[in-house]
């Protein structure tokens, strides 16, 4: 099984910037995707930025504000948020796409897990 653990969440004023990590522990050979997504109440969840295999992608509502980043040492991830709204207030979750060898042959399986989420308030 593999856990992930979201830390760095909490209040702000619009404006200002936290940064969120997540970090995955468990039986794991690689990850290829690591990343955030996020929930406003009333919402669907939503895409904010995830790295797959060093290429980052974000939201368009992020873009030039977030910054996504990955320790592989770690199997880490971090979320630096800046220039933060109160459309930005949601409960952001961790993903990963764990790959881990099965055989001695080498092969593998993949699986995605999600961590149980930060909550992040802006504040007008």
């Known amino acids: 099984q593999v856990q992930l653990v979201e830390s760095g969440g909490g209040l702000v004023q619009a404006g200002g910037f936290l940064r969120l990590s997540c970090a995955a522990s468990?039986?794991?050979?690689?990850?290829?995707?690591m990343g955030w997504y996020r929930q406003a109440p009333g919402k669907e969840r939503e895409l904010v930025a995830i790295?797959?295999?060093?290429?980052?992608n974000y939201a368009d509502s992020v873009k030039g504000r977030f910054t996504i980043s990955r320790d592989n040492t770690k199997n880490t991830v971090y979320l630096q948020m800046s220039s933060l709204k109160p459309d930005d207030t949601a409960v952001y979750y961790c993903?990963?796409?764990?790959?881990?060898?099965?055989?001695?042959?080498?092969?593998?399986?993949?699986?995605?897990?999600w961590g149980e989420g930060t909550l992040v308030t802006v504040s007008s």
């Open positions: 790295d797959t295999n060093g290429i980052p």
């Open positions: 993903y990963a796409e764990v790959r881990w060898v099965i055989n001695v042959e080498g092969a593998t399986s993949n699986r995605n897990y």
């Open positions: 468990g039986r794991i050979s690689s990850i290829d995707s």
